[in-house]
């Protein structure tokens, strides 16, 4: 009798864990899409704080930690505005789907800006990498064209392997007539 119910229930089980799993995708999906938000509007609005909070804690070490993190942005934006630099638009355009690898769930983000410099308007679509923090409930972000530094990969991610596709960026300029 055990034999007859135990098929039933093993079945049952798998059906269950799975869906379950893809509810912690999706719940994951739209977690990604709220801290990438988050981070844009946080870098529309200067607010270096959440925009670090969001950056992958590699690249914050590498920067010479919070502090001067802080200080390098707020040095690079500033710079970049008395020289004309202004963010039009800064948007999350999607979410891949969410991958388990390397003991981290990953994605990446499509992001869409708009710049204005030197009377040109520059239209970016850029990806970044999105790395699931399972501690602190939240995701890390890093440009992921930088996956192709292999200098600032080896520091950051050792021996990073992902199965994501990520599509490279895409960047167009036109003049501004006034």
Known sequence: MNKIYSKPILMLLL???SISFAQDKSELKAQAL???KATSHATLKF?????LKHTYPGVVTLMGGKEKAMDLLESTFNS???DGFVFEKAEIVGVSDIVYEQDEYRCYIESYNQMIMNNLRIKSKGYLLGIYDTNLKYWYFIEAKQLKNNALMDQVFPS?????VIPDNEMTQEKIEN
Do not use: G, H, N, R
């Not at 607010?47 to 925009?51: L, N």
């Not at 990073?160 to 994501?164: G, H």
């Open 15 to 17: 059906v269950c864990s």
């Open 34 to 36: 709220k801290d990438a």
């Open 160 to 164: 990073f392997k992902t199965s994501l």
């Open 47 to 51: 607010d270096f704080e959440t925009v």
């Open 80 to 82: 970049m505005a008395q």
